[in-house]
C-alpha cells in the first residue's frame, strides 16, 4: 500500500496529460517531467480526452478513438468511429462519439468494440450521458434526441432552436446553445420537458451568443461564461437562469476555469491579448491579476488542490507550472507543440 503522503501527492497532483497538437501525441508528465509520449493518436486539433473508470480516452477530430492506460502510459486500442468527430461521453458501460462526418452517433464498449451505429442524417453534438440515458443534439435538424443506454431505444425528439451546437449537463438539466439562435434551451430529463430563456440586464437583452460549453466556468449554482467578441465574463445563476451580470477583463476570453475551492477563476484569451492568464477573485468579482506568461496559451488547468495551474504555451514549445495566486511561473516543462492540458486523478 502506498505511504499516506505519496497518496496525498498524487491526488493533488496527479500525471498530467498533454496534447502534443502537431505530432499526434500525448506527452505525460510526472513530477513536473516529461516521462513519456504516447504516439499516433491522430489528428489532434481540438482533440479531448476524458477519464472513465479508470482509463483515458481520447478522440481525435479525423475519427480515431484510443483507449490509454494512464498509470502505465500505454496505447491500448485505437479505433476508426468516423471521419469528424466532436464529442466523447459515457453513459452506464458505454462510450458515446458524436460524429460531424458520417451523420451518426456510436456507441462501444469499453474496450472500444463498436456496438451501434444510429444514423441521424445530420451532424451531431452535446453528446452526454446521464444514469441510464443519453442525449445529443443534431445540428441540421434543430432538435435533441434522448435515449436508452440498455437497448439505445429513442424516447424523445424534442424541437429546441436553430443550429444546436453544444450543451452541457447540470443535474437533470440539459443545457443546450444555439449558433443561430439567442438564449439556450433547457431539458429536463426526469420529465422531458423543454423551455427556452433569453438573457436579459436592465430590461434589454443580453447579447449573448454562447461558445462552446466546454469553456464555462461553474461553481455553486452559477456559470461563468466567456463573451463572443466582448472583453467580458457573463454570470448566470444556474439556479433559475437568470442573468446576474458581468466581469470585464483584459482581452477576448477563451477558456474561464474555477480552482477546484471555488476562491479564483482563471482567463486564457485570444487575439491579441493570447499571451495573457488573468486570476479573478470570484468572492469579490474583481481582477486580481493578468499577466503575460506565455506565448499563445491554448489552454490551462487548475491542480486539484487549487495552489496551481498547468498552461500551455504554445509557441515556445513549454508546459509552464504557475504558481496561484501569486501567478508566478515555478517550473517550465518542454512540450512540442502543446496545447489540451488533462490532469489524471484532477478530474
Not at 493533488?12 to 509520449?37: P, Q
Not at 434589454?204 to 452559477?222: A, D, L, N, Q, S
Not at 491554448?298 to 486539484?304: N, S, V
Amino acid at each position: 500500500m502506498l505511504p499516506l503522503i505519496l497518496l496525498l501527492f498524487f491526488f493533488a497532483f496527479g500525471d498530467v496529460f498533454v496534447v502534443e497538437r502537431e505530432k499526434g501525441s500525448l506527452a505525460v508528465i510526472k513530477e513536473d517531467k516529461l516521462v513519456e509520449e504516447i504516439k499516433g493518436l491522430g489528428n489532434l486539433n481540438h482533440a479531448t480526452l476524458k477519464f472513465f473508470k479508470g482509463y483515458g480516452y481520447l478522440i481525435s477530430r479525423d475519427g480515431y478513438l484510443s483507449k490509454i492506460d494512464p498509470r502505465n502510459y500505454k496505447l491500448l486500442k485505437k479505433v476508426k468511429v468516423g471521419e469528424s468527430t466532436i464529442g466523447l461521453n459515457f453513459c452506464g458501460d458505454k462510450v458515446l462519439v458524436a460524429n460531424y462526418s458520417p451523420k451518426d452517433v456510436v456507441i462501444l464498449n469499453t474496450e472500444l468494440k463498436i456496438l451501434r451505429r444510429i444514423k441521424t442524417g445530420s451532424r451531431n453534438v452535446g453528446i452526454k450521458g446521464r444514469e441510464n440515458l443519453f442525449v445529443y443534439a443534431l445540428m441540421d435538424k434543430d432538435t435533441v434526441e434522448i435515449r436508452r443506454c440498455d437497448n439505445y431505444g429513442l424516447l424523445r425528439s424534442i424541437p429546441v432552436g436553430k443550429m444546436p451546437f453544444d450543451a452541457f449537463l447540470y443535474g437533470d438539466i440539459y443545457v443546450v446553445g444555439f449558433f443561430l439562435e439567442e438564449g439556450i434551451g433547457l431539458i429536463n430529463l426526469r420529465n422531458f420537458s423543454y423551455k427556452k430563456v433569453l438573457f436579459k440586464a436592465e430590461g434589454k437583452e443580453v447579447v449573448f451568443k454562447i461558445p462552446h460549453f466546454g469553456f464555462w466556468g461553474v461553481w455553486e449554482e452559477k456559470a461563468y461564461i466567456p463573451a463572443v467578441g466582448e472583453r467580458k465574463i457573463h454570470v448566470i445563476s444556474l439556479r433559475d437562469f437568470s442573468y446576474l451580470g458581468s466581469i470585464e477583463v483584459k482581452g477576448l476570453p477563451v477558456f474561464v476555469r474555477v480552482s477546484p475551492d471555488g476562491k479564483y477563476l482563471a482567463v486564457n484569451y485570444s487575439g491579441d491579448t493570447e499571451d495573457y492568464l488573468t486570476l479573478i477573485d470570484l468572492r469579490e468579482k474583481r481582477v486580481l491579476k493578468t499577466k503575460a506568461l506565455g506565448k499563445r496559451i491554448l489552454h490551462f488547468r487548475f491542480t486539484r488542490d487549487g495552489r496551481f495551474i498547468y498552461l500551455s504555451s504554445y509557441y515556445e514549445g513549454k508546459l509552464k507550472k504557475v504558481s496561484v495566486p501569486e501567478l508566478e511561473v515555478v517550473k517550465e516543462i518542454s512540450v512540442p507543440t502543446p496545447s489540451g492540458v488533462f490532469i489524471y486523478g484532477g478530474e
